[in-house]
C-alpha cells in the first residue's frame, strides 16, 4: 500500500542554495506551497501524519476548539527554506524524514519533527510523537490540562509502548489509562 519513495533531488529549483531573504510572507507563501505540493505527491504520507494529528488534536480540544490547531506537512528537506535556522546553520535531514510546521490559533508556534523511523517502523507511536510535541503549546494557549487526567485532573503524559500511543496518569498505567485518540469515549465508559 506504501507508495514508492522518491529520491527528489531533480537538482533544479528547489534544492538550490537560497540566501535567507525571503520575507516572513514569502515563507509562509512557501509552506503552504509545499504542503500543498506534499499533499499530492506524497499522499500516503501525509494521510498518515494526519490521522496520527488528528486522533490527538480530538483528545486536547473540545467541540469549542475545533479549529485551535493547524498543521502543514513538508518534508524535512526543503525546512530549512521555510524557517532558517538559527545561525545560518544548515540542520542535517535524515532522508524521508518530515517536519510538521504547527498554527495555533492561526499563529505560527511550534515545528514537529517526524523522524523518517516513525513513518517507517513506528506508525502505532506516531501519535504519542505528536502528543509530546503539540501538547505543552495547547495547554499553555488554554490554560488548563489538556487531557484531564478523570482522577486527579492534572494533564496526562503521552506514552508509547510496543502496542502503541497511550495517554497515562503521571502516577502509572495501572491508575488510569487510555489509547491516545479514545479519550473522550474512555470518559464516557
Ligand atoms: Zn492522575
Not at 519513495?5 to 503552504?32: C, F, H, I, M, Q
Request: aromatic content about 6%; overall charge negative; charged content about 25%.
Amino acid at each position: 500500500m506504501k507508495e514508492a519513495e522518491t529520491d527528489r533531488t531533480d537538482g533544479a529549483v528547489g534544492d538550490r542554495y537560497r540566501p535567507a531573504a525571503l520575507s516572513e510572507n514569502d515563507r509562509e507563501k512557501l509552506v503552504k506551497q509545499y504542503a500543498e505540493q506534499a499533499k499530492k505527491e506524497e499522499r500516503a504520507t501525509v494521510r498518515l501524519l494526519d490521522q496520527a494529528l488528528e486522533a490527538v488534536v480530538s483528545d486536547l480540544g473540545d467541540e469549542s476548539l475545533a479549529n485551535l490547531i493547524d498543521v502543514a506537512w513538508i518534508p524535512a528537506s526543503r525546512l530549512d527554506e521555510v524557517d532558517p535556522p538559527w545561525g545560518g546553520q544548515s540542520r542535517s535531514r535524515e532522508q524521508g524524514s518530515w517536519a510538521g510546521i504547527a498554527y495555533l490559533g492561526g499563529r505560527r508556534s511550534l515545528l514537529i519533527e517526524v523522524p523518517a523511523s516513525y513513518l517507517e517502523s513506528y506508525r502505532e507511536q506516531l501519535p504519542f510523537l505528536l502528543a509530546q510535541s503539540i501538547q505543552d503549546a495547547v495547554i499553555e494557549e488554554v490554560r488548563e490540562a489538556r487531557p484531564a487526567c478523570p482522577l486527579h485532573g492534572h494533564p496526562l503524559n503521552p506514552v508509547a509502548t510496543p502496542s502503541g500511543s497511550f495517554w497515562e496518569c503521571p502516577q502509572g498505567a495501572a491508575t488510569w489509562s487510555c489509547a491516545i485518540g479514545s479519550y473522550h469515549q474512555a470518559l464516557s465508559n
